[in-house]
């Protein structure tokens, strides 16, 4: 069984910094693409930022120059580092992994549970 674990959410004021954190657990060999996605109230879920095996990352325009997304593929983990937060940045924010390879077969997707960012102005 595979699953995704979030953390490092939080409460901070607008400008301020926050690292999320999202470890995959399970016997996983290897994961195609991970991510982070969020949904704040009223509002669909929208990807933030992704990034593949090889490290090629895609942003949101909303967060490009804001946000940076990498990984460690040893520990199977993804992180986002959040800088110059906003207050519209408050959200819940959920990992994604696809593509995670296993000792018994592959998954296509799975999701985390969701960690609370909320930026206050």
């Known amino acids: 069984q595979v699953q995704l674990v979030e953390s490092g959410g939080g409460l901070v004021q607008a400008g301020e910094s926050l690292r999320l954190a999202c470890a995959a657990s399970g016997s996983i060999f290897s994961i195609n693409a991970m991510g982070w996605y969020r949904q704040s109230p009223g509002k669909q879920r929208e990807l933030v930022a992704a990034i593949t095996f090889g490290s090629s990352t895609n942003y949101a325009d909303s967060v490009k120059g804001r946000f940076t997304i990498s990984r460690d593929n040893a520990k199977n983990t993804v992180y986002l580092q959040m800088n110059s937060l906003k207050p519209e940045d408050t959200a819940v924010y959920y990992c994604?992994?696809?593509?995670?390879?296993?000792?018994?077969?592959?998954?296509?997707?799975?999701w985390g549970q969701g960690t609370l960012v909320t930026v206050s102005s």
């Open positions: 994604n992994a696809n593509g995670i390879r296993t000792l018994g077969r592959t998954y296509p997707e799975r």
